[in-house]
């Protein structure tokens, strides 16, 4: 009896393990683990942002701002690093109310620059990129790195003159090697479009093209509507150099492209609003009535979760959780190229010089997301929520990639400029489940 007991155990641990030690879920390959464990690692990783959000505005205080230099999310060590440039006022800190209760989730690691100091750095070196003229790079502030990143993109611009006038900074310098690109490829698997499917499902992530300039493949964000209900119009939001400025106009209409698919006949709509300068993001008119609104991302090339479902797309950092603030949190991306990739967050505001004179994006999230040319749009997100695997917040859409790096245009500066400077869109949400 004992021993029909324990092979009966024994199988149906054998058939629980069969079951639960697999990687089908995106994070669960990130950070890897098996996809039963990914609800309590999101669990944990939340609480780290939770403890990040608290603490944040403490040390931007007046009087801690110079003790310390930033913080990051390490989810390996369950762990929330506190860059510490005077530890004398580790023991102050951990006293206040607010923090006491997390003393166990903090780590404090020495470092030599403040985030007082890094900023004034950071300023310091984009005058100085500003002046030179800088084209083809990234600057940003790397808090594990306790320093500013230059990532120059694969070019042949000489940058001498500004690596030589940087020097007294220090930066981290990093060259774009596109040795590196090949890591990571998911093997995109085909999907049978059905010619005859009346009904088009257009999700994030998929493709946009227009014929602008001999045709530019770029990638869907998420669909936007207007709160009140006395507009009915749908938008799709892509990255602003999707469009081109030429002349005729009809070549900047957008068309459908789904993955692994050269079709682009299914017509979408027009351009709303295109970013000139500073910003680089479009917003397109749904013009085709066939379209239904849709707050689904694809992940077609995955056996399981392969429709994530945006929950939360709403702006406002003082009161949102949703919001994306921690460095080396989780992240991700869907496009029409290189399909869905999980990454981290490595910096905030970052700037990006682009190829063109006078091409500068700002305000961007700067993260290790794997991706090419095309997926220039695509929707960026995290997972929302332990209990729904399914679950995404949007955070924006991606605006440049190279090996290693990825630079996306936050949703916070997308929805933040629409309200403010164009009249009609001052209602302008993410279209998400249930609103
Ligand atoms: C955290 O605080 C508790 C209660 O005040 C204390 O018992 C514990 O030793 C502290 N842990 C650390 C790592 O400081
Ligand atoms: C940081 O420096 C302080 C004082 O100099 C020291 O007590 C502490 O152990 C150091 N922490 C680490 C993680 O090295
Ligand atoms: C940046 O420039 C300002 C003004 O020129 C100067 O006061 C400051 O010390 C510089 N910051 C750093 C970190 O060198
Ligand atoms: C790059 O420019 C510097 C001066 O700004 C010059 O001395 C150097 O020879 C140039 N390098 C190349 C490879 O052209
Ligand atoms: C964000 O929420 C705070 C607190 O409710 C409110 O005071 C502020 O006006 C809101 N900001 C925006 C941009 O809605
Ligand atoms: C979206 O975020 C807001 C603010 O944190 C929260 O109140 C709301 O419940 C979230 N919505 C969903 C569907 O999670």
């Known amino acids: ?213 001999g045709g530019v493949m770029c990638s869907i964000g998420c669909w936007l509507k207007h709160q009140q209900h006395l507009r009915n119009d749908f938008y799709i939001t892509t990255a602003g150099h999707c469009y081109d400025n030429g002349e005729i106009p009809d070549e900047n209409y957008f068309y459908y492209t789904p993955w692994n698919s050269d079709s682009h006949v299914l017509p979408i709509g027009s351009i709303e609003f295109q970013s000139n300068g500073f910003y680089d993001f479009a917003i397109i008119r749904v013009e085709n009535e066939d379209l239904n609104p849709q707050f689904v991302i694809r992940n077609d090339d995955a056996d399981q979760y392969r429709e994530l479902i945006i929950i939360n797309g709403t702006i406002n950092d003082t009161i949102n959780d949703a919001i994306i603030s921690s460095h080396y949190a989780h992240i991700c991306k869907s496009g029409v190229i290189t399909h869905l990739t999980c990454g981290y967050v490595l910096g905030f505001d970052g700037v990006f010089y682009g190829i063109e004179k006078n091409y500068i994006v700002f305000e961007l999230i700067v993260t290790d997301l794997y991706g090419l040319l095309g997926d220039a749009g695509g929707s960026v997100f995290s997972f929302a929520s332990p209990d729904n695997l399914l679950a995404v917040d949007v955070h924006g859409t991606v605006v440049t990639v190279g090996p290693g790096i990825c630079a996306v245009q936050s949703l916070d500066t997308i929805l933040d400029f629409m309200r403010d400077r164009i009249g009609i869109f001052q209602d302008l949400i993410v279209y998400v489940e249930g609103s």
Do not use: C
Request: no cysteine.
């Open 1 to 213: 009896m004992r021993v029909i007991y324990f092979l009966i155990i024994l199988l149906i641990s054998l058939q629980t393990y069969s079951i639960y030690a697999q990687q089908n879920h995106p994070l669960a390959k990130l950070w890897g683990i098996n996809d039963a464990e990914v609800p309590e690692w999101l669990d944990a990783e939340n609480h780290l942002k939770k403890i990040d959000r608290i603490l944040r505005p403490i040390l931007a205080e007046d009087n801690l701002f110079s003790s310390f230099g930033g913080t990051f999310i390490d989810i390996f060590q369950n762990w929330l690093v506190v860059n510490t440039v005077d530890y004398s006022k580790v023991e102050e800190l951990l006293a206040l109310p607010e923090i006491s209760p997390y003393n166990e989730s903090l780590h404090f690691e020495n470092v030599t620059d403040s985030i007082e100091q890094l900023k004034s750095s950071f300023r310091n070196i984009t005058l100085l990129a500003d002046s030179k003229g800088v084209r083809g790079a990234l600057i940003y502030i790397n808090m594990e790195l306790n320093n500013i990143v230059i990532y120059f993109f694969e070019t042949n611009i000489n940058h001498t003159e500004f690596i030589n006038a940087v020097e007294p900074f220090n930066p981290e310098i990093i060259y774009a090697n596109t040795q590196s690109a090949s890591q990571n490829i998911i093997r995109p698997r085909r999907r049978d479009v059905n010619s005859r499917d009346l009904v088009v499902n257009v999700f994030g992530g998929d493709g946009v093209y227009n014929e602008a300039g």
